[in-house]
């Protein structure tokens, strides 16, 4: 049981270059979610996803896009790198909310824009 | 929004003794209260949550408490050994799943 992949594991960007970061759960959980992990601070809710074909904003949207069109996949989209979004980025899922519903994380992607 | 702060940032115990978190939240109306752990180079791990209609929670040696009137919540952990050093985050949610992180705290076991 694989729970859930996140791709590539370190990846270096270029100013204005863009990226998918990749995420695939094998638990048939219906919500997902992207947080970025800055330095010295918790982690952020960037973009979630309740189901396939329904996303939404989290905290800190900008400069990113998702998409979720099956159940497995939520990968996330940057369409201009900044160096701003410098992270590390986790992907996390769960099968629904409320009791007994934990979100299980990746290992995460370490992002450098230079 | 819910800001959720997190104290201390750094924790060193010896071996044995016991390690104590605290968070405090903005937001009244959150009730799930998860505590994550995070080794190096790995995702966070739930360890233990609680919700609002509950006053303290135990795992073997991991208890959460929680005081909603003065909003803060509460990590410990008892007879801490050496596997327990890792960076442990509170959180907190007003709808079950949207959660709320804290910075982060850096726990060190010394043997």
């Known amino acids: 049981n694989a729970g859930v992949t996140q791709t590539p594991k370190f990846r270096i960007l270029k100013i204005g270059q863009s990226m998918t970061l990749q995420c695939t759960q094998d638990m048939n959980h219906n919500y997902m979610y992207w947080y970025r992990q800055d330095p010295g601070m918790g982690l952020k809710l960037i973009y979630y996803?309740?189901?396939?074909?329904?996303?939404d904003k989290g905290e800190v949207p900008n400069g990113y896009n998702v998409s979720r069109s099956t159940t497995e996949d939520f990968p996330l989209r940057l369409e201009l790198a900044a160096p701003s979004q410098t992270s590390v980025y986790f992907c996390?899922?769960?099968?629904?909310?409320?009791?007994?519903?934990?979100?299980?994380f990746g290992d995460g992607t370490r992002l450098s824009i230079l | 929004g819910e800001n959720v702060e997190q104290h201390p940032s750094t924790l060193s115990v010896q071996e044995g003794d016991s390690a104590v978190i605290k968070c405090t939240y903005s937001?009244?109306?959150?009730?799930?209260f998860p505590w994550y752990k995070q080794e190096l180079g790995k995702g966070p791990q739930l360890i233990i949550d609680?919700?609002?209609?509950?006053g303290e929670k135990k795992d073997q040696r991991i208890a959460v408490t929680l005081n909603k009137t003065a909003k803060h919540f509460s990590l410990h952990i008892t007879e801490t050994q050496p596997e327990d050093s890792a960076v442990y985050f509170c959180?907190?949610?007003?709808?079950?799943?949207?959660?709320?992180f804290g910075a982060g705290t850096t726990v060190t076991v010394r043997a």
């Open positions: 609680i919700r609002s209609n509950v």
């Open positions: 996390a899922s769960s099968y629904d909310r409320g009791d007994g519903q934990p979100q299980h």
């Open positions: 937001d009244s109306a959150s009730n799930y």
């Open positions: 959180a907190a949610s007003d709808d079950d799943y949207k959660l709320s």
């Open positions: 996803s309740v189901g396939a074909g329904i996303t």
